[in-house]
């Protein structure tokens, strides 16, 4: 008897401690799969950071909140079901998911339900946190061959040969008040694409409220379709390194704060352009609502060379429509527009003072650059952005 009261003593005082104590590492099995380096302290919240080394497959059942960096490795797949709201902690930059090269997430979202990221904080703001990461192994200009190059935010290794690479599915999903500021020189963006492969999913993704750019391309191949990018503080979209995907239905709306509705690099000047080729997206169906001409801004600049296909284009309420930047050495931007590598198609420039403006040190007129002004209707973001979207 006094043995059987001692061992049950034992047992409450075991089963207490381990309840109280949220410091050490806990290891909560939810659909088989280990949180690592996580903790509770609320019995319906799991917080996810840390690097994992399983798959990690969330529950619809449960609450989420990314705390700190939390990153995918090699291998591994991040799966979240749709119409999941994930929050993360509003502690700026070091707060953002990451999924390494030969990594995957699953975030199949749908119109209905769409998966969304955005601030813990009452008041959520642009910067909060971090955002959404993806790295792969297609190819960028700032190394060459297979050799990779490294990220901002988080010092992951991206690039490599495979224009094919497959980071996933990403479908519906709204990242909200990210781009929290590490430094100077590295802010997070809304969704950043590293190096990413044309196998990867993206399509009907928003950037809402973010501190720096909405989304970038980092080189990689691959092709985003339907995005949204609403009051980013920075450029909207953004290329360099070599980006060669599509970009197809794309909507842009500044908000007070902002930028460039596209900012495009043909490579990343502040390393070299070793691979020797240029970024050179094609861009179809883009509407660019900027706050009216008098605001002294520009829709578009496009710089260090780079190349790109516009077709069916709307732009309203800028200064100028494009910029042009460049010179006759590393940054040919100018060529770029004598050989036919950089075009403009189908245009319709609305309270916009300058349609083109050119600072490249290559001569050629307007007409050389832009045909069909006037035909532009832009991306039908009535119909697509729909329901799942803000502003």
């Excluded at 703001?125 to 955002?131: E, F, K, P, R």
């Excluded at 993704?205 to 080189?219: L, N, P, S, V």
């Excluded at 379709?225 to 953004?238: G, L, T």
Aim: with cysteine.
């Amino acid at each position: 008897m006094k043995n059987n009261l001692i061992l049950g003593i034992a047992i409450i005082s075991m089963l207490f401690s381990c309840s109280s104590d949220d410091t050490s590492d806990i290891y909560i099995t939810d659909n088989s799969v280990n949180y690592n380096g996580g903790g509770t302290t609320d019995p319906e919240t799991i917080f996810l950071s840390g690097t994992y080394t399983q798959d990690l497959i969330l529950d619809a059942n449960n609450t989420y909140k990314v705390n700190g960096s939390l990153i995918m490795a090699s291998g591994t797949t991040l799966e979240i079901p749709a119409g999941m709201t994930i929050t993360a902690l509003a502690s700026g930059a070091n707060v953002y998911v990451a999924i390494s090269q030969g990594a995957k997430i699953i975030a199949n979202g749908t119109a209905d339900k769409p998966i969304v990221f955005t601030s813990d904080a009452s008041a959520p703001s642009a910067g909060d946190w971090g955002g959404l990461i993806l790295l792969g192994k297609a190819p960028i200009n700032s190394v060459t061959g297979s050799s990779t190059s490294t990220s901002e935010i988080a010092s992951l290794p991206f690039g490599g040969t495979d224009e094919a690479d497959d980071s996933g599915i990403i479908r519906y999903v709204r990242v909200e008040y990210s781009g929290g500021a590490a430094d100077g020189q590295s802010e997070n963006n809304g969704f950043s694409f590293y190096g990413v492969g044309n196998a990867t999913v993206v399509e009907y993704i928003q950037a809402f409220e973010g501190k720096d750019d909405g989304i970038e391309f980092f080189g990689g191949t691959v092709n985003a379709s339907y995005i949204s990018v609403v009051n980013a503080q920075d450029d909207s979209i953004d290329w360099t390194e070599g980006y060669r995907g599509t970009i197809t239905n794309a909507y842009v709306k500044h908000g007070a704060d902002h930028d460039k509705g596209i900012e495009a690099d043909g490579y990343n000047t502040d390393f070299s352009n070793a691979a020797g080729f240029f970024s050179k997206p094609t861009v179809t169906n883009l509407t660019i609502i900027g706050l009216g001409s008098s605001t002294g801004n520009e829709a578009i600049r496009l710089r260090a060379g780079t190349q790109g296909v516009f077709n069916n284009v709307l732009i309203q309420g800028f200064e100028e429509g494009f910029d042009l930047d460049g010179d006759a050495g590393d940054n040919p931007t100018g060529a770029g527009v004598l050989s036919g590598d950089l075009s403009v198609t189908d245009v319709t420039f609305t309270d916009v003072v300058l349609n083109m403006k050119n600072d490249t040190g290559e001569t050629f007129t307007e007409v050389d650059f832009i045909s069909g002004e006037g035909n532009g209707t832009g991306t039908d973001y009535a119909t697509w952005g729909a329901s799942w979207t803000v502003e």
